[in-house]
């Protein structure tokens, strides 16, 4: 049995554009019409729990190498804030909040006028904590929760920790009246179970965004858990997609161009989260500086620079990796010619731990498409549920503020 949980629906987008918070995130080289964008920076290796595919490989204890509170400040925070107009950071690990200097970040991240989102275990979260955390980012912050089964055997093994402490966390941010969403994690150990999930967090209007499992870090151990292309046809895409609140960044998405540019314009939002949010929406930084497309690629071979040797700005207007991302010109194979190369383009993720190649085709889309004139059937529909969540976003603090064109 699950838990029965009471939330508030509004407390739960996640724009991550920000993970929006991308999945809410602007274009980077255009950030007076699209102006949010998200850097995701797994602060520290250290972590207080041992989950089994853990991708950052955490540890009992900071690891030698990681930046240091005024690297932080001066060559990710101050090259962020210079990037575009409501730019955000998310926090991440490991453990972020085992950082002695996790309050000061935070803080720091404030005065510059960011958001700041913290994706965190839970387990070190309190009526006390929470407030010095609410206190410290003047109120700027959103927790984000891995949720990756509503079956305690089947979370709990993936997480290396109880169903209750994410739910009593939410509860905890609730009563704090601070913003906070839920992330699951998708891989064939839970794939079973990601209906029941989702359909919990559908009947109380709660928005998921959902990251596909990559053998990064200690995934490199558990292959057999790498997702297929009959497990997002079958399973994973027609529960999302019959769900508008899971609408920020999952491929395949089949909302049109001409139609999402014509929302954008009729609600006065600039989004660049749906489908995938790779350089687009987002870029990942690891403990030690190095920069990926996204943080399921970081630690690979596909990196865009090291913020130690290069300033983050340069990195992110100039990177060859990350401006082939952006136009996606240079997509291979179906998703090069693909109607929705825009809209979706494809998970990054998937197609470099497939083949090797971020820009080949995503191996998982059940999509044929024989040129860019191919519609898929499911348009329709998935124009009508984006409608749905863009008016959702553009209705709700903050995520109305962030998207505002």
Not at 306 to 324: A, D, G, W, Y
Not at 327 to 348: A, F, S, V, W
């Amino acid at each position: 049995m699950h838990e029965k949980i009471y939330l508030d629906k509004t407390a739960f987008l996640w724009l991550n554009g920000t993970y929006k918070t991308d999945g809410l995130y602007g274009f980077i080289m255009q950030p007076e019409i699209n102006r949010f964008f998200l850097c995701y920076f797994e602060a520290t290796r250290h972590c207080n729990l041992s989950c089994p595919y853990c991708m950052t490989e955490a540890k009992g204890t900071p690891q030698p190498g990681e930046l240091s509170t005024a690297e932080i400040k001066e060559l990710i925070i101050d090259e962020v804030a210079k990037y575009c107009s409501h730019p955000a950071m998310a926090f991440s690990g490991g453990e972020f909040l085992l950082r002695p200097d996790a309050l000061d970040l935070l803080s720091y991240t404030s005065r510059k006028g960011m958001y700041s989102f913290i994706n965190t275990n839970a387990t070190l979260l309190n009526k006390k904590t929470l407030k010095n955390i609410k206190s410290a980012a003047d109120n700027r912050v959103i927790f984000v929760f891995s949720l990756n089964s509503i079956e305690k055997k089947i979370h709990k093994w993936s997480r290396n920790d109880g169903l209750s402490t994410v739910i009593k966390a939410a509860k905890l941010c609730m009563k704090q009246k601070i913003n906070f969403f839920f992330i699951v994690t998708i891989s064939k150990n839970n794939l079973h179970t990601l209906k029941k999930t989702v359909d919990i967090l559908k009947s109380q209007g709660v928005p998921v965004l959902r990251s596909p499992f990559v053998p990064r870090g200690l995934g490199r151990s558990f292959p057999e858990l790498m997702l297929e292309r009959d497990d997002f046809e079958s399973i994973i895409h027609p529960v999302l997609r019959n769900y508008a609140y899971s609408y920020v960044s999952y491929t395949p998405f089949f909302a049109s161009p001409e139609f999402i540019d014509r929302m954008q314009e009729k609600m006065n939002v600039a989004i660049g989260q749906l489908g995938c949010q790779a350089a687009k929406g987002f870029v990942g930084i690891n403990a030690e500086g190095d920069v990926a497309p996204c943080v399921q690629m970081l630690d690979s071979d596909v990196k865009c620079g090291n913020v130690r040797n290069k300033p983050l700005l340069e990195i992110l207007q100039h990177s060859e990796i990350l401006n082939s991302l952006r136009t996606r010109d240079n997509l291979k194979g179906k998703c090069g010619r693909c109607r929705y190369k825009q809209t979706c383009g494809g998970c990054r993720a998937m197609a470099y731990y497939t083949t090797g190649d971020y820009l080949e085709a995503d191996p998982d889309c059940f999509f044929e498409p024989e040129d860019e004139n191919t519609a898929s059937e499911l348009e329709e529909m998935q124009n009508g549920n984006t409608a749905i969540f863009l008016d959702f976003i553009t209705s709700h603090e903050p995520w109305s503020l962030l998207f505002k064109k």
